[in-house]
T-cell receptor
Framework: KAGVTQTPRYLIKTRGQQVTLSCSPI?????VSWYQQTPGQGLQFLFE???????NKGNFPGRFSGRQFSNSRSEMNVSTLELGDSALYLC????????????FGSGTQLSVL | QQPVQSPQAVILREGEDAVINCSSSKALYSVHWYRQKHGEAPVFLMI?????EQKGHEKISASFNEKKQQSSLYLTASQLSYSGTYFCGTESGSGNTPLVFGKGTRLSVIA
């Protein structure tokens, strides 16, 4: 069974631009969560989707948005990029809507210059 | 609110034991433990539900003290493969809330 796939693996953008990250969950998983990881801060929760509905949202500005499609694939978008948005963005999938075992992707490393 | 992990970092020799603690100021429903090796995705270790349940995974086990709102991860007879950053994730209230992770504990096992 294929794992969680995130694309692209690396991204370099400049301030003010926008970016879209993609996540394909494990086949059969209907829940997708997104986390931002920066050195020393651990994993900061961004949002969680289940069956195309956003169930929870973290304390991030409105520049961060996401969505989930009917095939459970998910995208997150960051508009008007700032230097502080540089981070590893991790996507995790699970079978159901509750906090079960999460399967993480390798992440997208975003660098904002 | 983000749980607090201690210590922030620890260095062990092969065969030594270690304990990693995770504390929260909120009433907890569950505690989740993950390990992330350098450059890799976090990998699930175990979930503990309120009730003081202790779980084990080979030589890695954990406990959950509901009254103290804390969990401890025990690594016995450490191996080189145990090196990585360990994260606890907590779920508060009655569940169905986002998993909030601590800042992590960096564990290095040396020969």
């Amino acid at each position: 069974k294929a794992g969680v796939t995130q694309t692209p693996r690396y991204l370099i953008k400049t301030r003010g631009q926008q970016v879209t990250l993609s996540c394909s969950p494990i086949s059969g998983h209907r829940s997708v969560s997104w986390y931002q990881q920066t050195p020393g801060q651990g994993l900061q929760f961004l949002f969680e989707y289940f069956s195309e509905t956003q169930r929870n949202k973290g304390n991030f500005p409105g520049r961060f948005s996401g969505r989930q499609f009917s095939n459970s694939r998910s995208e997150m978008n960051v508009s008007t990029l700032e230097l502080g948005d540089s981070a590893l963005y991790l996507c995790a999938s699970s079978l159901g809507p509750t906090n079960e075992k999460l399967f993480f992707g390798s992440g997208t490393q975003l660098s904002v210059l | 609110q983000q749980p607090v992990q201690s210590p922030q970092a620890v260095i062990l020799r092969e065969g030594e034991d270690a304990v990693i603690n995770c504390s929260s100021s909120k009433a907890l429903y569950s505690v989740h433990w993950y390990r992330q090796k350098h450059g890799e995705a976090p990998v699930f270790l175990m979930i503990l539900l309120k009730g003081g349940e202790q779980k084990g995974h080979e030589k890695i086990s954990a406990s959950f003290n509901e009254k103290k709102q804390q969990s401890s991860l025990y690594l016995t007879a450490s191996q080189l493969s145990y090196s990585g950053t360990y994260f606890c994730g907590t779920e508060s209230g009655s569940g169905n809330t986002p998993l909030v992770f601590g800042k992590g504990t960096r564990l290095s096992v040396i020969a």
